[in-house]
């Protein structure tokens, strides 16, 4: 990918804004690393766990109503692990220290997450590919010919059992959503 250099040297830029960073991976949605900046870390081992991360939080956020994804926040004994969306077409993992101030995790991986999207979004439009790194075969819609592709080959989860027996759901449509923050009759 030509933006690779672009990428890394913004990894090493985010490393010297947030000094208790210890990894950082971008990432094709699709699980290939893109560039890394992550010593004693397997960066292709880790990018394929955040693919699979990454579709189970597509659905949750899905499946809630909460939108498209934007990040993700794991925290263990030792330290996070931080998704962040990075355009149609990448993500940006980041590994830190546990005494790390989160909401400038968040701020920093936000920023870098923006800047590598552009990067990455840029790269894919100028050479015609889709979400998938495939170029759409008639050369139209590529994003809604990969989002198709997408929806075809997902499987989905069984639909959970039925409150209410007057409605009907087809279990291979999402589940209905509302606009974040907007009301309802049973909202207090």
Known sequence: MAAEPEILDE????RARLPQLTGAV????????LAQDAPGIEPDGLSA??????AVAIRMTE?????????????GADGYVATYAAGRHAV??????????????HLEGRRAGARIGELVDAH???H???????????GTDREAAAHDTADRDTPRPAAPPNQN??????????LPTRPVGARTGTDN
């Open 128 to 138: 015609g590919r889709s979400a998938h790194g495939k170029a759409a075969p008639d």
């Open 63 to 75: 499946a809630t109503g909460r939108g498209e994804f934007r990040e993700l926040l794991i925290r």
């Open 92 to 105: 940006l993992t980041l590994l830190t220290q546990d005494r790390v101030n989160v909401g400038r995790l």
């Open 26 to 33: 971008a990432a094709g949605r699709d699980g290939l690393v």
């Open 124 to 126: 894919e439009e100028a």
């Open 11 to 14: 990894l090493r830029r985010l």
């Open 49 to 54: 766990l955040t693919a699979t991360t990454l």
């Open 165 to 174: 027996q007057n409605q009907t759901q087809d279990p291979s449509r999402p």
